[in-house]
């Protein structure tokens, strides 16, 4: 049993309360993470001042240079963890074991992570537009002969973290860089890939009071939103609702990816299939830029025919088959409950969950205490129906036809859209919409991010503001 | 007053000094304390069911028996006769049922218990709660609740027990007690209501108060306070709220300053609530109060029980918070969540079940919404006790925490 202590001010701390994590397929305990109080939280929010100022002190060149290396240790090196040791491999085996991603996700959403923190000049570049970072040293600077004056808006970066997919770390490591402690409260099944990237952080040379794990219960993630100027909240619209009209906190909620066919694509939707079984099914469906709607022209029922066959291809498989492409649920009662509402929401006339009838199978699938959810395409006759606008942590997606003209005050809020059309005045529609936060035109998978422009949010704009400076001498 | 005129019972248990007599072996306590119990059982069931001197409530009740309380109920394990005690009793008039005739004519007071949503439940008190506070004050160190020192009482106004049993017990030993406005039922709603920000900002009030107390000059040493608004008062303090009230006050603040509890020169804490959990203790222990500098003694108790002590806290053993009952006046045990009549053994978790046995009320065997572990007699309290007390799991996700 591995005992993964909270980091205070970047020291481990073993609390007497703890949370068990089992093993999914077994049940058998793997690991207890000790558990901070929210005023513990608080205590430790309060130091962050002098955390921050410590970690400014750091030059921009010299800071960038250490989460560098930090990319290296953090994919690389046995780290303490606990008391015990991890390699890297040891750790792609715990984090599928607590959270049942199979370990072919794991491996390769921790090699984004590490990637983003490897380029991390790269990532900045993109979230400043290109800014000479060294302006962040002193506070402002000229460039291009304009005066940049920024200020930061928090002393710590707040992070209530999910633990449906380890890609997202990737969101909230930038904040080092830009010289931002962390206080983090990881997913409940998921402390592995935070915890080891503060340990690469703090092995490199990041000052430790920066760095902050807080495993704590839902009163605690309160506190620390309420503590931190700044957060990052991942939930579900349960969770993440209360907090929608305070811009202290950035919400990541559902995404409502979609992948929309425009009339001069959607009867030749064959050449698209790889793209849609992609925008779907990746890293088994669980991420906010999975596509959950396929809106089209026209051709529904045969887009929905077609992907049906394909995504009902997709088996479950062990959590240790490189082949494995859908993740188990860690609770398998959770896998039950999605489907029994999929299966409510389907008595309303108008919907048929294509890929099971073509699979043959139920969507749930149980080996001993693991289940899985298979995927569902389900057609809609109408926008209007209760499925066509819903997401769900498996590859879960709903066809529906509508006339291209209307498509845009259909869809909703979404945070990506891969709009596969050529159409020029279609086009300047989508640029112009506030609906969509990411929009690929062409045939682009919704998952296909590129590092320099950040798809959702932007994490500097979170935590600086611009001000208008001068100085003279006296 | 003496307290025999106040009718304090049928012993006087103030002075045990057999439990603190080294030569008398821990297992002749446990027969001793149990035959003591099973005497005050008798006593107390011959008080209440007497024509002469026993509660309404219960002499009605007594008609519907197939038993004779007063014959067939001889010890702590015979209250099963009577079944388990309903809360619900308690809601609603005319509350004088619950007034033994024997104790007719003298003050009552009325306090109440829940009353976040209906009819709140009901108790009667003449005297009880100077005395689970007298016996309670007995286990106070007095190097760190000096006699004389004034209090300050951070934890619920209004029609509670507890407010006036620590002004009672602040009274007791010399001192006075300070209070400040705060309506947990208030909160409650806010918390149900999801206003969090609304009930934070009645948290800060509450502090405000405490604040003002604390910057008056009082020579405030000791406290009562709940988990929560302690873990409140020192986030407060270590902001430096405290001195900022001094400041607005026209006061110097002292060298050193008073951004802590320790600073702000609070000696002793005590403090309830079900919310002690170890982890809890320990930080305040290690991070609010000096390492233990400022003494803190956790209590569990309610409106109908009075008041458990806790075994001393620290590091020694974790942090383990265990809680004994004032017995003979009252009795918990540790039972099996779906037959009441068996107790857990020891070190296993039971639902808690609560008796109290004193002259102005009796309550048998009411299932408390907590549950526990069983805990051996110890020397102090040669009779079983309850650790790790938290809400009954089968209830813990209806059940609302809001200052306690």
């Known amino acids: 049993m591995i005992r993964i202590p909270s980091l205070r001010l970047g020291k481990p701390y073993e609390s007497l309360s703890k949370t068990t994590l089992v093993h999914h397929v077994t049940g058998e305990p793997v690991a207890e993470v000790s558990q901070v109080t929210g005023s513990q939280i608080m205590r430790d929010i309060s130091q962050m001042a002098n955390a921050r100022r410590e970690l400014a002190a750091i030059p921009m060149k010299e800071l960038l240079a250490r989460v560098k290396e930090a990319a290296k240790i953090f994919l690389e090196d046995t780290l303490d963890c606990g008391d015990s040791s991890q390699s890297f491999d040891d750790y792609i085996r715990m984090l599928s074991s607590t959270t049942g991603s199979p370990m072919v996700f794991c491996r390769r959403n921790a090699a984004k992570v590490g990637y983003v923190m490897g380029n991390m000049d790269e990532i900045l570049a993109g979230l400043t537009r290109g800014m000479d970072l060294s302006i962040l040293d002193k506070g402002h600077g000229k460039q291009d002969g304009r005066t940049l004056c920024f200020y930061p808006t928090t002393d710590a970066l707040g992070a ?83 907090y929608k009209a305070d811009h202290r906190v950035e919400i990541h909620g559902p995404g409502y990816s979609k992948v929309l066919l425009g009339a001069d694509t959607s009867a030749h939707f064959e050449r698209y299939l790889d793209l849609l079984v992609e925008s779907v099914a990746a890293n088994g469906g669980r991420s906010c830029i999975n596509a959950s709607a396929i809106y089209t022209h026209s051709h529904a029922r045969e887009l929905a025919e077609a992907l049906g066959s394909r995504l009902a291809r997709i088996q479950a498989r062990a959590w240790d088959n490189t082949e494995a492409e859908v993740s188990a649920f860690a609770n398998p009662d959770v896998a039950d409950r999605i489907s029994g509402m999929i299966d409510g929401l389907l008595a309303t006339p108008g919907a048929e969950d294509v890929c099971q009838r073509i699979r043959g199978t139920p969507r749930v699938h149980k080996e001993g205490r693991c289940a899985w959810l298979l995927p569902s395409v389900v057609l809609c006759d109408s926008p209007e129906h209760p499925l066509a606008n819903k997401e769900f942590l498996f590859p879960y997606v709903s066809i529906i036809q509508c006339p291209q003209e209307e498509m845009l005050a259909r869809i909703g809020p979404s945070l990506v859209v891969s709009a596969i059309t050529g159409d020029p005045e279609f086009t300047q529609q989508l640029l112009d919409s506030k609906l969509v936060e990411r929009l690929n035109i062409g045939p682009i998978s919704t998952v296909k991010l590129s590092w320099d422009q950040p798809h959702e949010g932007n994490l500097f704009s979170h935590l600086y503001r611009q001000r208008a400076f001068a100085e003279a001498s006296l | 007053m003496s307290k025999y005129e106040r009718n304090i019972g049928f012993n006087d248990y103030f002075s045990p000094a057999q439990w603190f007599d080294p030569k008398v072996t821990l297992e002749s306590k446990v027969k001793l304390a149990k035959e003591q119990l099973d005497q005050h059982v008798r006593e107390t069931v011959a008080w209440h069911f007497s024509p002469d001197t026993g509660t309404p409530f219960w002499l009605e009740k007594a008609k519907s028996y197939k038993f004779n309380p007063t014959k067939d109920v001889q010890s702590l394990e015979d209250l099963h006769l009577f079944g388990t005690f309903e809360d619900e009793w308690l809601r609603g008039g005319p509350v004088e049922r619950w007034v033994p005739r024997g104790l007719e004519g003298n003050p009552v007071y009325v306090f109440e218990t829940g009353g976040t949503t209906g009819l709140p439940k009901s108790r009667i008190v003449l005297d009880d709660y100077r005395i689970d506070y007298e016996m309670m004050s007995e286990t106070l160190p007095d190097q760190h609740f000096p006699k004389g020192s004034n209090w300050l009482m951070l934890g619920p106004s209004g029609p509670r027990r507890l407010r006036l049993a620590i002004e009672h017990l602040a009274q007791h030993r010399g001192g006075m007690c300070f209070s400040i406005d705060l309506d947990p039922r208030w909160v409650v709603k806010l918390i149900k209501m999801r206003q969090i920000e609304m009930a934070n900002l009645y948290k800060e009030h509450a502090i405000d108060q405490a604040l003002a107390i ?109 809680y004994y009952a004032p017995q003979p006046r009252a009795a918990t045990e540790v039972v099996e969540p779906k037959d009441y009549s068996k107790k857990v053994e020891y070190g296993q978790t039971g639902r808690v079940l609560l008796t109290t046995l004193t002259r102005e009320f009796f309550v048998p065997r009411f299932p408390e919404r907590d549950e526990g572990e069983r805990e051996l007699p110890y020397e102090r309290y040669p009779w079983d006790g309850v650790s790790g007390v938290r809400t009954f799991s089968e209830l813990a996700a209806t059940t609302i925490v809001g200052v306690y």
């Open chain 2, 214 to 322: 604390l910057a008056g000059g009082h020579d405030i040493k000791c406290m009562f306070t709940t988990p929560k608004l302690l873990a409140a008062l020192d986030e407060a303090l270590r902001s430096g709220k405290l001195e900022d009230k001094f400041r607005s006050f026209g006061r110097k603040v002292p060298v050193g300053g008073l951004r802590s509890i320790k600073a702000a020169g609070i000696t002793g804490i005590f403090s309830g609530g079900t919310e002690f959990t170890p982890q809890f203790t320990r930080e305040a222990y290690e991070e609010m109060l000096d390492s233990g500098e400022v003494y803190m003694t956790p209590t569990y108790g309610n409106t109908l029980m009075g008041l458990a002590c806790s075994r001393p806290i620290g590091p020694h053993d974790g942090f383990k918070i265990t």
């Open chain 1, 160 to 242: 209530i973290l999910p633990s449906n997919s380890p890609g997202v770390h990737s969101l909230w490591v930038p904040a080092i860089a830009l010289k931002i402690p962390l206080v983090i409260k990881p997913g409940r099944e998921e402390p592995w890939t935070p915890f080891r990237l503060l340990m690469a952080l703090k092995k490199a040379k990041i000052p430790a009071s920066a760095l902050n794990f807080l495993p704590t219960d839902h009163a605690g993630a309160a506190d620390i939103l309420r503590g931190c100027q700044r957060s990052l909240l991942f939930g579900d619209s349960t969770t993440t609702d209360p």
